[in-house]
């Protein structure tokens, strides 16, 4: 980013995503990936029941919340626990860092602010489901671990 930029919450347009049943956002970028070097801002609305995200960590990246309004069940390699309006959630890159943020209420958004580092590469894990996914410049893959080679296989 070249210049300080003041924008408008309101004219900054949503982008939906809902490719899963267990998974559902709107996402407005405040910084996007393409306009700052370091840090990327969202608000995110998470509908009644779904989450952002699956559990996952980054190894590189780390992450911070702000609740907006809203409920939600944080689960984390600690345990399970409730934030609403006015918690802050930080993220620490490596395993300890591990989250998954659903919206508990069964009629109202989560809203939250997500603070990201940003890096050119990164590599994020998910536990539950076993995948890797490899998140950077010009590249945006998921496979399961279950597909690792030996390091000089094919070569």
């Known amino acids: 980013m070249d210049e300080i930029t ?21 996402k407005k970028p405040l910084v996007s ?7 990327q801002i969202s608000v995110y609305e998470v509908p ?18 702000y609740i907006i309004e809203g409920t939600g069940k944080l689960i984390t390699p ?3 626990a409730l934030v609403s309006q006015g918690d802050f959630l930080f993220f ?5 860092g591990a989250h998954k943020l659903t919206n508990t209420s069964d009629t109202e958004m989560l809203v939250y602010i997500d603070f ?13 489901s076993r ?4 998140w950077g410049k010009n590249i945006d893959k998921v496979f399961k671990i279950s597909d690792e080679v030996e390091y000089y296989e094919g070569e």
């Open 131 to 134: 995948k890797v996914g490899i």
């Open 92 to 96: 620490p890159a490596g395993e300890t």
């Open 33 to 39: 990936k393409d306009e700052a070097n370091q840090c």
């Open 48 to 65: 009644p029941g779904k989450a952002a995200y699956p559990y996952h960590f980054h190894i590189l990246n780390e992450e911070s919340f």
């Open 6 to 26: 003041v924008t408008d919450f309101s004219d900054i347009e949503a982008t939906h995503k809902k490719v899963h049943n267990k998974y559902e956002y709107y």
């Open 78 to 80: 600690g345990g399970e």
């Open 116 to 128: 990201d580092t940003k890096n050119p590469i990164d590599v994020a894990f998910y536990p539950k």
